[in-house]
């Protein structure tokens, strides 16, 4: 089963090389979302609890933009019947799972780059915890975004109701995230804060592992 | 005799035991509670008897002895409200009480009064818990069976589980008022409550977004169990782990990382009466939870 | 009003049992109106 979802992680992938649309929106989204938090700030300096949580809420509402389009695409292209001819619903699911995480990985790093480069008072003390942080945050975020994705494909009004229904699960994660971020930028090292890892992890495999099991019902018309 | 009925009499007496017990301490309370803050006069209720002018012998409900200097007493058996001096080691009186009711509530620190609310706040979220647990039940069988009456059930018991919820949300909040200031704090419970509020809420926006009767109904299923999945960790775990001003925060000084409900706070008698508003919020839920799936039932099958 | 709830802390158990019970009333309300609806539907 595993092999399979990396050939279906392989054909996301190249579809969107071949026409770059989430990937190229998702650019713009943070270009733009990053200018304008420059010209409202201006040269003014703002804390280190701000930079966290402004990080986060761009990388958040970036992936809106972005991890929804894995199930939606397929349903506006029509090829959700030929896949669901070719594998099995768990296949599926963990090849979309996946691409969502590299997805996700790459957008943080992406957001960390330009907000390093242009928002000025971003200095971060420990760059270890930093980019964990990263890796376990695109880990939970993906986690639950990806089930949630199936489900509006199948709605009417998929634009408006993804962020209504991933928001509030995604929520308690983004709190521990923009936490853990605060104390990177302090530069608190990772011991003090590896139960706060433990609470993403947890929380994150009990969401995928409901998922998985819920997502044969959904996929099945 | 008829359910309705029986509710009714059930939470005549659930109130009447919850407003009628006065609070008491006992005498190491007041020693301890002098030692934090020296003006909290603690009631205790107790006997009293004269050892010489103005010198009684004073024994509590729990049977801790202490000596008691007051002038002008009249009743030997009441409340007696309480200051303790620690160099002299006695107790002075500052009010007094005529108690008749046998029962007494404990004095739970920072609340007094205000502790009865633990017999209604507390018994509402469980029971909006209760709704939502029910609500993943019938998701689950839907989701097995394909019987619309299972979809019916879930909504129905999401709605009175979001209603509960909403209340105990808008009573914590009055709480929260009288003992920490403000009506609103982002302490961790309150931000549970609240995220557990919005998941809630986009269940009913996922529903009223599908037209397809019956891929509303399995995808609604779908997410009933998604979202119950995440709420024991809202409202069992994650206030418990983190610090925060709820009782059963991670620092709280006297029930830390449970709360007066799970730990020791209360007497056996203030248990009684909780559990008896426990039994009375969750029948009454079920009364209205049996009424809303006949009136929707009668209006599927009218439709 | 706050001052006097402040003051009489039982007052406020009470404003929290009102609130509790205003919420489940309104709640049996709507049923009641609901049911009414239809018990009209049957008549026509």
């Given at each position: 089963?595993i092999?399979?979802?990396?050939?279906?992680?392989?054909?996301?992938?190249?579809?969107?090389?071949?026409?770059?649309?989430?990937?190229?929106?998702?650019l713009?989204?943070?270009?733009i979302?990053?200018?304008?938090?420059?010209?409202s700030?201006?040269?003014?300096?703002?804390?280190?609890?701000i930079?966290?949580?402004?990080?986060?809420?761009?990388?958040?509402?970036a992936a809106?933009?972005g991890?929804?389009?894995t199930?939606?695409s397929?349903?506006?292209?029509?090829t959700?019947?030929?896949?669901?001819?070719?594998s099995e619903?768990?296949?599926?699911?963990?090849?979309?799972?996946?691409?969502n995480?590299?997805?996700?990985?790459?957008?943080?790093?992406?957001?960390?780059?330009?907000?390093?480069?242009?928002?000025?008072?971003?200095?971060?003390k420990?760059?270890?915890?930093?980019?964990?942080?990263i890796?376990f945050g695109?880990?939970?975020?993906?986690?639950a975004?990806?089930?949630?994705?199936a489900i509006?494909?199948?709605?009417s009004?998929?634009?408006?109701?993804?962020?209504?229904?991933?928001?509030?699960?995604?929520?308690?994660?983004l709190?521990?995230?923009?936490?853990?971020?605060?104390?990177?930028?302090?530069?608190?090292?990772?011991?003090?804060?590896?139960?706060q890892?433990?609470?993403i992890?947890?929380?994150?495999?009990?969401?995928?592992t409901?998922?998985?099991?819920l997502?044969?019902f959904i996929?099945?018309? | 005799?008829?359910?309705?009925?029986?509710?009714?009499?059930?939470?005549?007496?659930?109130?009447?035991l919850?407003?009628?017990?006065?609070?008491?301490?006992?005498?190491?309370?007041?020693?301890?509670?002098?030692t934090?803050?020296?003006?909290?006069?603690?009631?205790?209720?107790?006997?009293?008897?004269?050892i010489?002018?103005?010198?009684?012998?004073?024994?509590?409900?729990?049977?801790?002895?202490?000596?008691?200097?007051?002038s002008?007493?009249t009743?030997?058996?009441?409340?007696?409200?309480?200051?303790?001096?620690?160099?002299?080691?006695?107790?002075?009186?500052?009010?007094?009480?005529?108690?008749?009711?046998?029962?007494t509530?404990?004095?739970?620190?920072?609340?007094?009064?205000?502790a009865?609310?633990?017999?209604?706040?507390v018994?509402?979220?469980?029971?909006?818990?209760?709704?939502f647990?029910?609500s993943?039940?019938?998701?689950?069988?839907?989701l097995?069976?394909?019987?619309?009456?299972?979809?019916?059930?879930?909504?129905?018991?999401?709605?009175?589980?979001?209603?509960?919820?909403?209340?105990?949300?808008?009573?914590?909040?009055?709480?929260?008022?009288?003992?920490?200031?403000?009506?609103?704090?982002?302490?961790?419970?309150?931000?549970?409550?609240?995220?557990?509020?919005?998941?809630?809420a986009?269940?009913?926006?996922?529903?009223?977004?599908?037209?397809?009767?019956?891929?509303?109904?399995?995808l609604?299923?779908?997410?009933?169990?998604?979202?119950?999945?995440t709420?024991?960790?809202?409202?069992?775990?994650?206030?418990?782990?983190?610090?925060?001003?709820?009782?059963?925060?991670?620092?709280?000084?006297?029930?830390?990382?449970?709360?007066?409900?799970?730990?020791?706070?209360m007497?056996?008698?203030?248990?009684?009466?909780?559990?008896?508003?426990?039994i009375?919020?969750?029948?009454?839920?079920?009364?209205?939870?049996i009424?809303?799936?006949?009136?929707?039932?009668?209006?599927r099958?009218?439709? | 009003?706050?001052?006097?709830?402040?003051?009489?802390?039982?007052?406020?158990?009470l404003?929290?049992?009102?609130i509790?019970?205003?919420?489940?009333?309104?709640?049996?309300?709507?049923?009641?109106?609901?049911?009414?609806?239809?018990?009209?539907?049957?008549?026509?």
């Amino acid at each position: 089963m595993i092999k399979e979802s990396f050939f279906i992680l392989k054909k996301d992938y190249k579809s969107e090389l071949r026409n770059r649309y989430s990937f190229n929106s998702l650019l713009l989204f943070v270009i733009i979302t990053i200018t304008i938090l420059l010209f409202s700030l201006g040269l003014e300096d703002i804390s280190l609890d701000i930079h966290a949580g402004l990080f986060w809420i761009i990388v958040f509402f970036a992936a809106t933009n972005g991890l929804s389009r894995t199930f939606v695409s397929e349903e506006e292209r029509g090829t959700t019947l030929v896949l669901k001819l070719i594998s099995e619903s768990g296949t599926i699911f963990l090849g979309k799972l996946l691409f969502n995480l590299c997805l996700m990985l790459l957008l943080s790093l992406f957001v960390f780059i330009l907000y390093l480069f242009f928002m000025n008072g971003f200095l971060i003390k420990n760059y270890f915890l930093f980019f964990v942080t990263i890796i376990f945050g695109s880990f939970g975020l993906s986690s639950a975004s990806t089930i949630i994705a199936a489900i509006i494909s199948k709605a009417s009004n998929k634009g408006t109701l993804y962020p209504i229904l991933s928001f509030p699960i995604l929520l308690p994660l983004l709190i521990i995230l923009i936490g853990l971020t605060k104390s990177s930028m302090i530069g608190k090292s990772i011991i003090n804060e590896l139960n706060q890892f433990l609470l993403i992890i947890s929380y994150s495999g009990i969401l995928i592992t409901v998922s998985f099991l819920l997502f044969d019902f959904i996929w099945k018309d | 005799m008829k359910l309705k009925y029986f509710i009714g009499i059930l939470f005549v007496l659930v109130i009447l035991l919850s407003f009628i017990p006065k609070i008491s301490g006992n005498l190491t309370d007041v020693k301890f509670y002098s030692t934090i803050d020296t003006t909290k006069i603690i009631p205790v209720k107790g006997v009293i008897s004269e050892i010489s002018n103005n010198l009684y012998k004073f024994i509590d409900k729990d049977g801790n002895e202490g000596r008691l200097y007051a002038s002008n007493i009249t009743n030997k058996e009441g409340i007696f409200y309480l200051k303790y001096n620690e160099y002299e080691n006695y107790f002075t009186l500052k009010k007094f009480e005529n108690n008749t009711f046998f029962i007494t509530f404990p004095f739970i620190p920072g609340l007094e009064e205000k502790a009865r609310i633990i017999l209604f706040h507390v018994p509402v979220a469980w029971v909006s818990v209760l709704a939502f647990l029910i609500s993943m039940f019938y998701g689950i069988r839907y989701l097995k069976s394909e019987n619309f009456e299972f979809d019916v059930k879930s909504v129905n018991s999401a709605s009175l589980g979001f209603l509960f919820c909403i209340l105990a949300t808008v009573t914590g909040s009055i709480w929260a008022r009288f003992n920490w200031g403000s009506f609103w704090n982002w302490d961790p419970r309150e931000t549970s409550i609240f995220i557990l509020l919005l998941i809630y809420a986009a269940y009913f926006a996922l529903r009223s977004a599908i037209e397809v009767e019956e891929k509303k109904a399995k995808l609604s299923a779908v997410y009933s169990i998604i979202a119950f999945v995440t709420v024991p960790f809202f409202i069992f775990i994650l206030p418990r782990i983190t610090s925060g001003l709820h009782p059963g925060s991670a620092d709280d000084v006297a029930s830390p990382g449970g709360g007066p409900v799970i730990k020791s706070g209360m007497s056996f008698e203030m248990r009684i009466v909780f559990f008896l508003s426990l039994i009375a919020f969750t029948l009454l839920f079920f009364w209205i939870f049996i009424l809303r799936n006949r009136v929707t039932e009668l209006e599927r099958k009218k439709i | 009003m706050f001052s006097l709830l402040e003051q009489n802390s039982l007052f406020v158990v009470l404003l929290v049992v009102l609130i509790i019970w205003i919420g489940i009333y309104y709640e049996i309300i709507k049923l009641e109106k609901r049911l009414k609806k239809i018990e009209k539907k049957d008549e026509d």
